[in-house]
C-alpha cells in the first residue's frame, strides 16, 4: 500500500486547506488542465464525462417539460446587446469584443455572447406573430465569456459551459410559472441526480440578475459551509419584450407584448459535485453522472482466471458503466486511483474470491465493504449504487442542516459568522444598507429569501427595523 | 388539397432555380433563421434536432474506436497561432480578433477559434510525457468563426457547429492509420446514417489543408451535380509536434515527436442532405436522422374514435419517433406540411380504416402508398423505414453514378462542364499549374485523387504531359 499513501498524499487534506485541497482534486482527478490562456480551462475526458452526463440526465428533463434546443449566434453586436439598459451595464465591464475580421476592421464591435437574451429577444421579434406561436421553450447548449479578474476551476473562469434556456409566453401568469418550473427542474436534478440538496427561493434586488423583474435561485452549501448558488432562472416581465419589440396578435385580435424568462446552469455545478462529496482521498461521484460507475480491480491477476472472470462480471453488469483496471499497476494503486476520481463501486476479484463464488464491493463514499456471491451480482450492483446515490443526498442534506443556524440579532449572527461559515437564516428589513453593511463587516451576502419562509423575530438581524422576510446568508463562492 | 398547393407553391422549383430552391428548403422547412449579423444563422429546434442526430451518431462511432471527448479554449493568443507558420497563413485573413475584455484593451490580441490545432498541440504538449501515454484520441463539439466573405446556411457561414478530432501518436504508421480510420468512420455514416454516397481520396498539395502533409477527404455529389466536401482527416506528420515541442520519453529512453492527426465534419453535412435527398415538395430526411419518423395524421379527426385511434398507433410505435398531428389544419396542409419537412412515413387513419383494421403508410421519398393491417402496425413501420433507409442510399449512388463521366483530352473534359455539372475523372500530372487553368477556365476544382483508381489515359487532361493519378473533378460548394 506504500504507492496507495503516495498518491493521496499528492493532494492536500481538505481541513488543512479547503481552497488549495479542491485545485488538488481537480488536477490530480484529471478533471481539468490549466491553459495557455488566463482564466479559459480544458475539460479533460474525465471532467468532460461528467458534464456529458449532466447533460443527458438534464436536458431529458428540460424536454419532458415540452423545451427544444437551438443553437445562436456566438457573437453580439454592441448596438443589440445595449437595446436593454440594464442588462448591458450589468455585463458591459466583463464582455470581450471582436473588433476585426480577417485583415479588415469591423464597423461595429461585437460581444462575444455573456449571456443571450439579446439573441433570442432578436429572434423571437420576428419568429412570433400570433398567440397561436406561443410558447417558445428554446434552449442552448454552448459556452459563454466573461472577464472575470479571479478565476478557479468551475467556479469561475473566463468561459465556461452551460445551458440557457429563454422562454417567452402570452400571459404573465404563464411565465411566472415557467420560472418556478424550471427552478424545480433544477432541484430535483441536483438533489436526485447530483445528490446536492439546495434551498430555493428569490434573490433579493442587489443580488438579481442584470435586467430581470425577479431572480430566483437554488442556492447549496458546500464542505467548508460556503455557499454555491447552483442554479437561476429569471422572470423578465416584459422588459425585454418592450426593449426589442416582441409582440403577438392576440385571440381579441390586438397587438400585446410577450412575457419572458430565462434559466441556467453551468459546469460550475461540477464545482458544487466536488466540494459538496469529495473527501480526502479525492471524488466521490453520485452513481447517476459517474462516467464510470464501477471499476473491477482484479487481485494477482496473473494467475489463470482471474483476467477472466473480472472481464465475464464486466459483461454480466453490462447495464452499468463498468471499467476493468488490468493495467500493470499494483491493486493498491489502482485502489487509490479509483478512490482519487471517485468511481462509486470497487469491485475487487482474486482467486480466492473466484473458489469460494465470491466478490468484494467497497463503496467508495462510506468504504463499507459488502461480500457479495458472483451469482446475483448484477442485483446486488444495482442495489448497492441506488442505497449510495440516495444515501450521498441524505448525508448531504445533513451536513446542510448541521451548518445552518438561526440568528435574532446582529450580535448573533455575527458571532455564527466570526466562528466560522454556514448559512445562517435571520430577518431583513429589505433595504440594500443593510445587505452592504453585513457584506462589508463580515464578507456575507444574501443567498435568498427562500420559499419556505420561517418567522425568527420580527426584526431586521441589522438594522433593528420591523422586518417580514427570512434571508439566508452566507460566505458565498 | 388548394392549400396543399399553396404551401408547396411557396418554395421554387428545384428544376428553375436550385440555389433558390434550396435557402426555400431551409426556410420553409422550419432548419433556420437569417440573425441580426452577418453570415452567422439561427439554427431552429428542427434543424437542432436533425444536428442533435447526427451528433449522437457520429458521437457513437467516434467512441467505439477509443475517442474521448473534451472542452478547450475557445480563444486563442495570436502569438500561440502563429507558431505553425502554414497553419496561420491560411487562417489569418478570415480569423475573427478579440482586442478587449471588459473595459481594458488586451496586451495581445485574441483569435476565436478558426480550428483547433494549436490549442490542442500547446495542451498536449504538457499532458504527455511518456510512450505509456499514447495515443491520445481527442475530440471536441463545438463551434468555429470563419469571417468568409459570401455565405450561405449550413454550407458557408461565419459561425458553424462541427466536431474537430485531433490525436497523437507514438508512429507515424499509426498516425496515418489513425487518419484513414476516421475517413472511413465518416464515409460509412454517411452512407449508413445520412444515405449519401461518397468517394474516398486524398486532396492534392493545392486544396490540402493549410499545415496537414495530407488530406484525405469524402466527397459527396449534390442533386444539381455539384460536389461537396462533406469531411476530411488530415494526416500532419510531426510539423506541429515540432512547433509545439510535443515530445515523449520513448521505451529505447530517448526524446521523440509525437505523430498527429485532425478530423472534422460540420453543420455543412446537414446541407448535403438537403441537396441530395430533397425534392420539389421539399425535404427528405433519412429515417436514421430524422427527427420526426412517422407523423400519423387522422382524416375526420372530429368523427369518434379517430383521434383516439391515431394516439394508440403512436403508443404501438414507442420506439419509433412519431407525432400525431391533431391541430385543426386540413389533411391536406397536414400533407403538405409533412412532405416540407421531410419526415420520412406518414401514417392516415381515418374513420374508414378504422372499420377495416388498416392504415395507410405514404412513404416521403417514393410518394408509395401502402395499405398496412392496424395489426403488426409496428413490424411494418420496422420495415418501411427500414427500406427507406437502403433504397435512398441506392438512389444517390445511381444519381452520382449517371452523372460521372470520364474524360480522356480536354476537349472532352470541356465538353462534360459546357453542358453541365457532374464528376469528371481525368488524369492529372501532378502540377498545380493545370488545376489553376482548369480553375480559371471552367470553374473546376479537384476534389480528389480517389482511393480507387482507374487508369483513364495514360496523359493529363490538361497539358497531355504523362500522367499517372486519376483525379475527380467538378464544380463545388
Not at 481537480?26 to 475539460?43: N, R
Not at 443593510?434 to 462589508?440: A, L, M, S, T, V
Request: net charge negative; charged share 30%; aromatic share 10%.
Amino acid at each position: 500500500m506504500a504507492d496507495n499513501k503516495k498518491l493521496v498524499a499528492e493532494i492536500t487534506s481538505m481541513d488543512d486547506d479547503f481552497t488549495q485541497w479542491y485545485t488538488d482534486v481537480c488536477i490530480k482527478a484529471d478533471l481539468i488542465a490549466y491553459s495557455h490562456i488566463k482564466g479559459f480551462m480544458v475539460i479533460k475526458p474525465y471532467g468532460y464525462a461528467i458534464w456529458e452526463n449532466i447533460m443527458k440526465l438534464l436536458d431529458e428533463r428540460f424536454k419532458k417539460t415540452g423545451v427544444q434546443n437551438v443553437s445562436m449566434p456566438l457573437l453580439i453586436p454592441e448596438s443589440l446587446l445595449a437595446k436593454e439598459g440594464e442588462l448591458v451595464n450589468g455585463f458591459a465591464p466583463e464582455v470581450a469584443w471582436v473588433t476585426a475580421g480577417g485583415t479588415e476592421p469591423l464597423t461595429e464591435r461585437l460581444a462575444i455572447r455573456p449571456t443571450s437574451e439579446t439573441v433570442f429577444s432578436d429572434f423571437y421579434k420576428d419568429d412570433v406573430h400570433s398567440y397561436r406561436d406561443l410558447p417558445r421553450l428554446y434552449n442552448q447548449w454552448c459556452s459563454v465569456v466573461r472577464w472575470e479578474k479571479e478565476t478557479r476551476p468551475f467556479l469561475r473562469s473566463r468561459e465556461f459551459l452551460w445551458q440557457e434556456g429563454h422562454t417567452i409566453h402570452a400571459t404573465k401568469e404563464e411565465a411566472e410559472e415557467r420560472t418556478q418550473m424550471m427552478l424545480r427542474v433544477y432541484a430535483d436534478f441536483l438533489a436526485e441526480d447530483m445528490a446536492i440538496p439546495t434551498i430555493k427561493g428569490q434573490k433579493t434586488e442587489k443580488e438579481k440578475f442584470a435586467g430581470a423583474e425577479s431572480t430566483y435561485t437554488v442556492e447549496a452549501l458546500m464542505h467548508d459551509g460556503r455557499a454555491l448558488q447552483s442554479g437561476t432562472s429569471h422572470f423578465f416581465g416584459q422588459k425585454f419584450s418592450k426593449a426589442y419589440d416582441i409582440t403577438y396578435t392576440d385571440k381579441d385580435n390586438t397587438l400585446k407584448y410577450v412575457w419572458q424568462t430565462s434559466w441556467g446552469l453551468t459546469t460550475r455545478t461540477i464545482g458544487a459535485m466536488i466540494m459538496v462529496h469529495g473527501d480526502n482521498s479525492g471524488l466521490v461521484i453520485p452513481p447517476h453522472i459517474a462516467p464510470v460507475q464501477c471499476a473491477i480491480i482484479p487481485i494477482q491477476q496473473r494467475k489463470e482466471g482471474v483476467l477472466e472472470k473480472a472481464n465475464e462480471i464486466k459483461d454480466v453488469l453490462s447495464g452499468f458503466r463498468v471499467k476493468v483496471d488490468d493495467t500493470d499497476k499494483s491493486p493498491g494503486y489502482k485502489f487509490a486511483e479509483q478512490e482519487m476520481r471517485g468511481i462509486p463501486l470497487r469491485i475487487e476479484i482474486g482467486p480466492r474470491d473466484i473458489s469460494v463464488g465470491k466478490c468484494v464491493l467497497v463503496r467508495r463514499d462510506t468504504g463499507e465493504k459488502i461480500e457479495a456471491p458472483l451469482d446475483g451480482i448484477e442485483q446486488k450492483v444495482g442495489e448497492v449504487l441506488d442505497a449510495m446515490q440516495q444515501e450521498m443526498l441524505v448525508r448531504a442534506e445533513e451536513h446542510m442542516n448541521s451548518l445552518t443556524s438561526v440568528a435574532e440579532d446582529y450580535d448573533e449572527f455575527r458571532a455564527h459568522f466570526d466562528k466560522g461559515n454556514g448559512f445562517v437564516k435571520a430577518m431583513w428589513c429589505g433595504d440594500r444598507e443593510c445587505e452592504d453593511k453585513i457584506k462589508e463587516d463580515l464578507g456575507v451576502t444574501s443567498r435568498c429569501i427562500p420559499f419556505d419562509q420561517e418567522e425568527i423575530s420580527g426584526k431586521c438581524v441589522c438594522c433593528g427595523r420591523p422586518a417580514k422576510k427570512m434571508v439566508i446568508w452566507a460566505r458565498a463562492y
